[in-house]
């Protein structure tokens, strides 16, 4: 049954996929929540997935959970414990990654903090900013290297669509509307004050849509050449998962209220992690590659256009990334290669 949310939205379901055995993914928060339905669907296909999350105890309670459904899950899923709110321990999973994997066809940037109070990061950076938008482009330059010579090696195929199945998928959502406010990127102090827990969580989903727009414009290889990755970023709709509780942490009564209505309104999990897995693995992203390259999509095979006029704004898209390249050079001594 479709919950009220979803109804209207298109669907991708797992028989929907194409076969994904000898593939390999990388997927950020796939320990819980979307990230894990993500992540039982991919394994379901046959693919090899590594989940980046922070708890153990999530990991292993989520593998359990896709055996029921696919037996040898534990064949195909291996754990990475990493703190997305640590440079070091970024910068060292990644390139351990990048130089274990012999190949990373499928990168999903799932994990973030929700609509949640303020809090500093160990690297002492407001954490949505940090965890959710400076990890994903700190992840992706290390690893995309290893994405280019995993699509260079599939040029050859006879499947045309094979040619564009390295991907990457950031998780953004409709909550960017939010930040209808001034948001300049001239500074890190920017990002690092406390406000509401709303307009922090809405601002980090527009810096997402910024993210995979200019990785795209400017730092991904073209779809021409003999390389070609493709990039999205989704908005899952209105899902019922453990981000309702941060809400309830920041907004007393209203959140509480949300977090209830969400079990009976709101769509499953399995649900959301559908526009996600429609990015990295459906065959008309593909198809539609001019047009769907770097943009922002709120339900599988969806329209494009559809974000606020703020997340089309080209100076600020070029301020982020120069911000996000110049604090990773003074917080984290790491130099995009991108």
């Known amino acids: 049954m479709v919950a009220p949310a979803g109804l209207f939205s298109n669907r991708y379901k797992v028989e929907d996929m194409p076969d994904l055995n000898g593939k390999v993914a990388i997927v950020t928060g796939g320990s819980r929540g979307i990230g894990e339905a993500l992540v039982g669907d991919l394994v379901q296909k046959g693919c090899k997935v590594h989940i980046l999350a922070n708890t153990p105890e999530h990991a292993e309670e989520a593998i359990q959970n896709i055996s029921k459904h696919t037996p040898n899950a534990k064949d195909l899923i291996k754990f990475h414990q990493l703190d997305l709110g640590n440079f070091k321990e970024i910068i060292q999973v990644s390139k351990n990654l ?55 090696k599939k040029q050859n195929s006879q499947d045309e669509l094979e040619k564009y199945s390295t991907r ?18 001239d500074n890190l102090e920017e990002f690092c004050h406390e406000k509401d827990a709303l307009m922090l969580y809405g601002r980090s989903k527009l810096l997402n849509i910024y993210f995979i727009r200019k990785l795209a414009e400017s730092h991904l290889p073209s779809l ?115």
């Open 98 to 152: 990048s130089n274990e994997l012999n190949r990373l066809d499928l990168l999903f940037l799932i994990a973030g903090i929700g609509v949640a109070p303020f809090g500093l990061t160990k690297d002492n950076i407001g954490n949505h900013f940090q965890v959710n938008n400076l990890s994903q482009v700190l992840i992706t330059d290390i690893l995309l290297d290893l994405m280019k010579k995993t699509s260079e």
């Open 168 to 185: 990457i998928v950031s998780m953004s959502s409709e909550l960017h509307r939010t930040t209808n406010m001034d948001i300049a990127c």
């Open 224 to 338: 021409t050449s003999s390389s070609p990755i493709l990039a999205a970023s989704t908005h899952p709709g209105g899902v019922a998962t453990e981000q309702e509780a941060g809400a309830a942490q920041s907004y007393p009564i209203l959140g509480t209220v949300l977090e209830a209505a969400s079990k009976v309104l709101f769509m499953s999990r399995e649900q959301g992690a559908e526009s996600a897995l429609w990015a990295g693995v459906g065959q008309t992203m593909a198809k539609r590659r001019e047009e769907t390259q770097g943009r922002y999509f709120t339900e599988a095979d969806g329209k494009v256009d559809t974000e606020s006029d703020q997340a089309k704004d080209v100076e600020l898209r070029n301020k982020f990334w120069e911000l996000s390249k110049q604090v990773l050079q003074d917080k984290a001594g790491y130099t995009l290669k991108h």
